[in-house]
């Protein structure tokens, strides 16, 4: 079992920059693959962007260019770097990990608002 925990979501201002980070504990040396997704009201959660543990990358492409994912080993923690915010980037953000055989952990989701 993996446990997940995000940090770093609040309020900023269109244009602004936000980090978001999920450390993870458990049995961690099971991921193969690490992300986020979001939830917006009343719409279904999507993916935004994964690193697998090859450090292959992927990103919706609403976010390309402006977001970056990255993970720090030692920490046992994934980074998600948002540049540019806009406002339909509002949303829940919630962290996962994917284990090998398809079983997806969850984070409880941190608040991200784009508002000025």
């Known amino acids: 079992q993996v446990q997940l925990v995000e940090s770093g979501g609040g309020l900023v201002q269109p244009g602004g920059s936000l980090r978001l980070s999920c450390a993870a504990s458990g049995s961690i040396s099971s991921i193969s693959a690490m992300g986020w997704y979001r939830q917006a009201p009343g719409k279904q959660r999507d993916l935004v962007a994964r690193?697998?543990?090859?450090?292959?990358?992927y990103y919706v492409d609403s976010v390309k260019g402006r977001f970056t994912i990255s993970r720090d080993n030692a920490k046992r923690t994934v980074y998600l770097q948002m540049n540019s915010l806009k406002p339909e980037d509002t949303a829940v953000y919630y962290c996962?990990?994917?284990?090998?055989?398809?079983?997806?952990?969850w984070g409880p989701g941190t608040q991200v608002t784009i508002s000025s």
């Open positions: 690193v697998t543990s090859r450090d292959i990358t």
């Open positions: 996962f990990a994917l284990n090998p055989t398809g079983f997806t952990s």
